[in-house]
């Protein structure tokens, strides 16, 4: 479990996370934009160089086969998602890949990922003599850090602010020596995984094959302004997406959870209840030591989802109920002097 020492050390300066187990696909070809402007629901012919966008990717019913972003660079379109997306994610692709004039590139294995955050992220990068890419979530560049090409990827997965380095394994541990070297007097980490998740879940970001799964609509997870058009051209599966929108609604979405301090951390699937009746389920949850309690995300039906809705979580078996409350995102960081939102 990651101190409470290690969370202000990443609030107040950086830590660097290693995120190599993501999938990440390089798409090329001629066809490549237009090839997943029909399979993605974001802009993507459109979308122009040096910039990205969120996106999930739809079965013909409608169903998330991956939440992806997709970056726009001069030769390729970089896809870059979780691990569990990959089996439904790859066989889909080439499936259809097969009438456009693209080629897809598995580069998962060959490549590293590592994502920086916090006030001092850019400073390191500079002193690293990395260019960095405009203030504007995902636009992108390739430039050297430490020596090494990468191309670097303005995002922000936690309540911070995030740059992500994507570059050839090989150099990996090179690159990570020479961003902890530069960066010691900065105040720079090496940052666990532990510590990535409950960052994440404190900013709402969700992983694929936790808290999205093939039986989720895209609708549900809450990003509609960033992963989704409802004006672009036919995309597979969008009859499901257009009817929803015309709706107005989903009956159930992905939100925040705040846990009564001293209460256990639920395990993903526990039931959450609201009135003595099953509303939903935990999809990831952490404990956080700086504020000495636990938080997760959790799919819960839309009638209790407002901020403020106290809610139950069963554990240990359903032999007892823990009290949680409803939250917004972010759901705030104490050491950065806010107080979680409920």
């Known amino acids: ?175 990570k020596a020479s961003f902890l070297e530069a960066g010691r007097e900065l105040g720079l980490v090496d940052a666990s995984t532990e510590a990535f998740d409950v960052l994440r879940i404190e900013a709402g970001t969700p992983v694929y094959g936790n808290d999205i799964t093939d039986k989720n609509l895209p609708q549900e997870i809450g990003r509609d302004d960033r992963a989704i058009s409802f004006v672009k051209g036919c995309y597979l599966g969008q009859e499901t997406v257009a009817r929803l929108d015309a709706l107005g609604h989903v009956n159930q979405m992905l939100r925040g959870l705040v846990i009564e301090p001293g209460s256990p951390t639920p395990e993903p699937g526990a039931a959450v209840e609201g009135a003595g009746k099953r509303i939903g389920a935990i999809t990831s949850s952490a404990f956080s030591p700086v504020r000495n309690a636990a938080i997760a995300l959790a799919i819960i039906r839309t009638s209790h989802m407002a901020a403020g809705t106290n809610v139950e979580i069963v554990v240990r078996d359903g032999e007892a109920k823990i009290a949680a409350v409803v939250s917004d995102f972010p759901l705030g960081h104490p050491t950065r002097g806010s107080e979680p939102k409920s």
Do not use: W
């Open 1 to 175: 479990m990651p101190e409470a020492s290690e969370f202000e050390q990443i609030a107040n300066h950086a830590g660097i996370f290693d995120r190599f187990d993501r999938c990440r696909l390089a798409i090329t070809g001629t066809d490549r934009a237009k090839f997943l402007h029909n399979l993605l629901t974001n802009e993507i012919k459109r979308l122009p160089l040096g910039k990205g966008c969120e996106a999930f990717v739809t079965s013909t019913q409608g169903r998330t086969l991956a939440f992806v972003t997709a970056l726009a660079d001069v030769e390729m379109i970089l896809l870059r998602s979780d691990a569990a997306a990959a089996e439904a994610l790859l066989p889909h692709l080439r499936k259809y890949g097969v009438f456009d004039e693209v080629a897809i590139e598995d580069q998962s294995a060959s490549t590293f990922e590592y994502h920086l955050a916090g006030p001092s992220a850019a400073e390191i990068v500079r002193r690293c003599g990395g260019q960095l890419p405009e203030e504007v979530e995902l636009a992108h560049l390739r430039t050297e850090v430490g020596g090494h090409p990468v191309q670097l990827i303005r995002e922000s997965l936690t309540t911070l602010a995030g740059l992500t380095l994507v570059g050839e394994l090989a150099r990996a541990q090179s690159l």
